[in-house]
């Protein structure tokens, strides 16, 4: 079985280049893998991206998290908070009455 070690090349602010840790899979899997890459990429760049893109994800994620804390703490502060059971009960009266829209009338 061979592996690749992943290498990010790209050098950012003058930084050297690091490598990430090469991981084993299943040879099924690294078929899968292979066959999934566009004309052109390798499976270095494919992994890199792979983790780019999660890293991303987790940091958007927290920075989420963290807007909807500040968004209650900012709520309760101010006093305007809307209790969920009242929020919940108008989401179903809404779909309650967008189901009645809906339905074909009878004649």
Avoid: Y
């Amino acid at each position: 079985m061979s592996f690749e070690v992943v290498s990010q090349t790209r050098d950012i602010e003058g930084m050297k280049s690091a490598t990430i840790p090469p991981i084993r899979v299943g040879q099924l899997f690294r078929e899968e893998i292979e066959q999934a890459l566009k004309p052109g990429e390798t499976m270095a760049s494919l992994v890199e991206e792979a983790v780019r893109t999660e890293v991303e994800r987790r940091r958007n994620q927290e920075a989420f998290i963290q807007r909807g804390l500040l968004a209650i703490e900012r709520s309760e502060r101010q006093g305007d908070a809307v209790p969920a059971d009242k929020v919940v009960t108008a989401l179903k009266d809404r779909l309650a009455a967008a189901r009645k829209q809906r339905q074909p009338r009878q004649a």
